[in-house]
């Protein structure tokens, strides 16, 4: 995979992590809004760990 598209992946899953974190922080608990803030919040952390994983599985 390019290093463009990973530079890409890796700012839109850091761009998910950082909203829906800044969301759970300020949504109540219990609320839908919380339950979705956090299943984006895993998503973004996902996308995150993917393209590491898939960088440092190109460098060996």
Do not use: Q
Request: glycine letters at 8%; charged letters at 10%.
């Amino acid at each position: 995979m390019s290093a463009d598209a990973l530079r890409a992946f890796l700012r839109a899953g850091m761009f998910v992590a950082l909203v829906s974190l800044a969301l759970v922080l300020t949504t109540a608990r219990g609320s839908a809004e919380f339950v979705v803030s956090v299943c984006s919040l895993v998503i973004g952390l996902t996308l995150i760990g993917l393209v590491i994983l898939v960088t440092w599985l190109g460098k060996r």
